[in-house]
């Protein structure tokens, strides 16, 4: 059964990622503009939800996730990341917790998998694991008062089930060197709701209680703040230091968990092996790059043979891209770490070659020439 913002007028199915709501309700840069200015709410209901119960539940998750969770406050958000052995992120999750029951927002796809995964990690503890996705949904907007004008908050066990964004003021360790960091203007928030309720949520906006936007709207609004997502930006290969996900996700404090050694090892020796960045595009020819597609760098020669074409190297690709309505056309790219930071970089999209300008997030020498915590490596005692 679709969602019911799909019956807005003008509603137009997303693609990608984002299948099954609206990608935008006829124009994505107004949406943008009334999303970011906290007028209107997003249908997030293809995401995923997992839910644990159970009175081991968070000292549990703590022992498997990068982020400490032992002492989650009833109400307080988190993000988690699972990694494999060798600090691969195998999921991302958005973490509340009510005081009876852990909540996680994941990408739709990907809460059966984590929900099949975390039941095979029970053992012999007192929790409790299930896709709750059928009966829960998620809308979202830039703070709470759109979402209240719209749905009110789910309280189960008696506390509000909204998921504030911590990327906004992050208190991990953060690699971007910008004073600015533009995730000040970031305040996301995810209300996870019975799935029933949104057709109320549809109907408000009927009623003009408050405005929808689209799921391009709200992705334009994420790539200009910097913010990584696990359906785009994250491949096999990635792990949390290159797309600048320590910020946020990843508690360098706490104990063991597997993968920690990878995250250690990459702080307090080397430098990531790849680097996000945001590429303010050439708009001039009007194609937006889509995910996946190349970005090539242009090999000076010493002594260049005349009337030769510059040789280019494939050096990242493209995991996001977007209209922003101020910025103009954006993206977000995975590149080689050693790629020079004033490179003027293209990519190549439709058979056409896309001037793209970088802006360091993750810069070229992080890890080195930035001041970094030291970390203990596993099995080292002091």
């Given amino acids: 059964m679709g969602s019911p913002f799909l019956s807005l007028p003008g509603a137009v199915l997303a693609e990608g990622v ?29 995401r995923g939800i997992v839910t644990v119960t159970g009175p081991d539940r968070l000292s549990w998750l703590h022992s498997m996730a990068s982020q400490a969770l032992a002492r989650l406050a009833p109400g307080e958000s988190a993000e988690a990341l699972l990694l494999d052995a060798n600090g691969h992120i195998e999921h991302a999750a958005h973490v509340v917790d009510d005081g009876a029951t852990t909540w996680l927002v994941v990408e739709g796809d990907e809460a059966a998998s984590l929900a099949a995964f975390l039941d095979r990690m029970r053992f012999m503890l007192r929790v409790e694991v299930a896709d709750a996705s059928a009966d829960w949904a998620v809308v979202a907007a830039m ?21 504030v964004d911590p990327w906004r003021g992050a208190s991990g360790h953060q690699y971007s060197r910008d004073a600015q960091h533009p995730s000040s203007e970031w305040t996301w928030t995810e209300r996870i709701v019975p799935r029933a309720a949104l057709a109320e949520a549809a109907a408000a906006v009927t009623a003009g209680r408050v405005e929808a936007a689209g799921a391009l709207a709200a992705e334009a609004l994420r790539i200009a703040a910097w913010r990584p997502r696990f359906a785009t930006e994250v491949d ?7 797309l600048d996900w320590l910020r946020s996700a990843v508690d360098l404090g706490k104990g063991c968990y597997k993968g920690q050694e990878t995250v250690a090892k990459v702080l307090n020796l080397g430098r990531p092996p790849r680097r996000l960045v945001l590429l303010h595009l050439d708009g001039s020819d009007t194609v937006l790059p889509a995910p996946g597609e190349p970005v090539v760098g242009e090999k000076v020669r010493p002594e260049p043979e005349a009337g030769a074409e510059p040789e280019r190297k494939v050096v990242g690709r493209i995991t996001s891209s977007a209209m922003h309505h101020e910025l103009g056309p954006i993206a977000l790219a995975v590149i080689k770490r050693a790629v020079p930071a004033d490179l003027q970089l293209i990519v190549e999209s439709h058979g056409i070659d896309v001037a793209a300008a970088q802006v360091e997030i993750v810069p070229a020498d992080a890890g ?15």
Avoid: C, F, T
């Fill in 18 to 46: 984002d299948a099954g709501v609206a990608g935008h309700y006829g124009n994505p840069i107004v949406e943008q503009r009334r999303l970011e200015q906290g007028r209107a709410i997003v249908d997030l209901s293809a």
């Fill in 143 to 163: 703070g709470v008062e759109p979402l209240d004008a719209a749905v009110p908050a789910a309280s189960p066990n008696g506390v509000a089930l909204d998921w």
């Fill in 236 to 242: 096999e290969k990635a792990i949390p230091h290159e």
């Fill in 368 to 382: 080195a020439a930035v001041d970094v915590p030291r970390l203990p490596r596993l099995g080292v005692r002091h």
